[in-house]
């Protein structure tokens, strides 16, 4: 495949990607950030994967279910037509508590005829790294490694189990189905269940949608953004993950491929930002448990990023048996950066706690360790906001003094006087405004180019860098500054090619990028809109929307030249910023039925 044309499924504890011609190319069980037991995508001839193969196929179309997560591939062949809706259930089982196990069901539906296909049916447990034996049994079939870490999955289907497994032509003259789950189930699986979990998961989903904020414009987009960024939610802990996928290279070929199924606070918390937004505060609740959770003692740094399950140590590893996306290796599990030091993280640490603050009502307890946190915070700014660190795109062999984590140690302490405020903590105000006030001055001095006339990547460099165009999204400044203004254009006219955007263009650790990072383009669209050039900020989304794949969904970065999907997919940082370019170009205005729905609460 020349794009990422997938579709995602899941359930908020792992998901799946399938291929636009309905083959599952990637499913890590039995959570998002466990080995994989279908990794074709990484490997086309050792990941292993299930698909489907009909005898006289005329042509496949995919699409999802309206405002659902249920993704429907249909054949329509010369002896009949099938749809096989994919999907992870996931539904309300009792108050408040979800059944949502880690299984992908493939439910076909009989639409005409009798269509005959094949069915390939390849797990390889452990990310392939050793053989996967797999055997008909009378209820199910099972596979498992045999060498290695003990691994093993299980396979329910209404379609005959040996003719499925050796590849037999098989027929549809009514509708069936295939389960697949880490775990054996108790209950006999049949058609009439998987229908019924189907079903409840269409429901659970069209709930959910129903409560997303509507506007008035590009309200579909928003949605199918917004169900994705669900599905890269981790419900048993509130984590939200970058990505997916892991080791989708950046550039074809190159090594800049990294494990993005991690919880990194920046991009979470950006998110969650966006999701309140939408009206989804469960989401923005349970996040925030989340990274409270990981509150360090008063003297222990914060890290970055840490694992779905609030793991601090994400050791990195490098699978050299697989080849990986169109031989691009190294393939790596595991992420080393969450050893680096990043300033920004203060900022968008002390953020999220002041949109608790606002958003939910608080014990006094729970209070009093915030407002802890809060303090402990400002400390650590202050010891730490004259140093050098890797910057928000993870430089990995150069600390810097990087533009973009000093504008979000500002923030940290200008949340923090406010926080105070909410308190009325007022007794350490004049301290903490003269610190602001010092970061701010060093910034403006350090941070400007007159020759550039912009703000740049670092300071006492002339190289821009798309991150700077946060500084009003912050409160940094304001849009109407002339200074802001110039620095739109001039990282426009700098870091634009093609109509698409660098982070930068100088040389890091691994030379000179050669991909567009969508997230950059669609901050350039924010950035112009607000500054007043309007229609052309209108224009550049419309075209940026194109460059999604056929379901509208959108990776991490974009050739240049051809505009192909590459980098980890579906990348979180993406889709919040084209809901949030959506909403900026709507103007922030509702839908007429969300201002009656306003109205009769």
């Not at 430089?395 to 406010?418: G, M, P, Q, Y």
């Not at 112009?528 to 940026?544: C, H, M, V």
């Not at 993406?574 to 509702?590: K, N, Y």
Request: glycine share 4%; proline share 3%; charged share 25%.
């Amino acid at each position: 495949m020349d794009n990422l044309n997938y579709g995602i499924v899941g359930n908020c504890k792992s998901a799946a990607l399938v291929s636009k011609d309905g083959s599952l190319d990637w499913l890590c069980l039995p959570k998002f950030d466990s080995s994989s037991v279908f990794g074709r995508l990484l490997d086309d001839e050792k990941g292993g994967h299930m698909a489907i193969l009909p005898e006289k196929l005329s042509e496949s179309k995919q699409f999802y279910l309206p405002r659902t997560n249920i993704l429907c591939t249909r054949f329509e062949c010369e002896d009949g037509i099938f749809e096989v809706h994919d999907f992870m259930p996931r539904y309300e089982n009792q108050k408040e508590k979800y059944y949502s196990p880690p299984d992908i069901i493939r439910y076909f539906r009989h639409i005409t005829g009798n269509p005959s296909f094949r069915i390939v049916y390849d797990p390889r447990l452990e990310y392939a790294e050793f053989e996967t034996k797999t055997v008909v049994n009378e209820h199910y079939v099972k596979s498992n490694t045999n060498k290695g870490p003990y691994d093993s999955l299980y396979m329910y289907t209404s379609f005959d189990k040996q003719k499925l497994v050796a590849g037999e032509v098989l027929h549809l003259p009514e509708d069936q189905f295939i389960l697949v789950s880490y775990n054996q189930k108790l209950l006999k699986q049949d058609v009439k269940r998987a229908y019924l979990k189907l079903m409840r998961t269409q429901v659970y989903w069209l709930n959910w949608s129903e409560r997303t904020t509507r506007f008035k414009e590009y309200n579909d987009e928003i949605n199918r953004s917004a169900l994705t960024l669900k599905l890269l939610s981790y419900e048993k802990t509130g984590a939200v993950l970058a990505a997916l996928t892991t080791s989708l290279p950046e550039t074809i070929g190159e090594e800049r491929n990294w494990d993005y199924r991690f919880c990194w606070i920046r991009d979470a918390s950006m998110v969650v930002r966006i999701m309140t937004g939408l009206g989804h505060l469960s989401l923005t609740k349970h996040y925030l448990d989340f990274i409270i959770s990981l509150l360090p003692e008063k003297d222990e740094r914060i890290q970055i990023m840490y694992g779905i399950n609030g793991e601090k140590k994400l050791s990195e590893k490098v699978l050299k048996h697989l080849k990986g996306y169109e031989g691009s290796c190294p393939v790596r599990i595991g992420n080393a950066a969450y050893k680096q030091k990043q300033n920004d993280i203060y900022g968008i640490l002390v953020d999220v706690v002041y949109q608790q603050f606002k958003l939910f009502p608080a014990s006094l307890e729970y209070s009093e360790e915030l407002w802890t946190l809060v303090r402990n915070v400002v400390k650590m700014v202050e010891r730490n906001w004259q140093k050098p660190d890797k910057g928000i795109w993870e430089f990995r062999n150069e600390s810097r003094h990087f533009t973009f984590s000093k504008v979000l140690c500002w923030v940290a302490i200008d949340r923090a006087v406010k926080i105070g405020n909410l308190l009325k903590q007022e007794e350490l105000f004049t301290d903490w405004e003269r610190l602001r006030d010092r970061i701010r001055d060093s910034i403006l001095k350090n941070a400007w180019s007159e020759e550039k006339q912009s703000f740049t990547q670092s300071y006492g460099s002339e190289d821009l860098d798309a991150s700077v165009l946060l500084m009003e999204s912050y409160g940094f400044v304001q849009a109407s500054d002339p200074r802001f203004k110039s620095t739109v254009l001039a990282v426009q006219r700098e870091l634009e090619y093609n109509g698409l955007m660098y982070r930068y263009k100088n040389a890091d650790d691994f030379g000179e990028p050669q991909s567009a990072f969508t997230i950059c383009s669609f901050w350039l669209v924010n950035s112009l809109y607000k500054s007043g050039y309007k229609e052309e900020a209108r224009e550049r989304f419309n075209q940026l929307l194109l460059y999604s794949n056929h379901l509208g969904l959108f990776s991490e970065d974009l050739d240049f030249k051809t505009k192909r999907m590459l980098g980890n997919f579906p990348q979180a940082y993406s889709h919040m910023a084209m809901i949030e370019s959506a909403i900026t170009i709507s103007e922030g205005e509702l839908s007429m039925e969300e201002i009656i729905r306003e109205a009769i609460k």
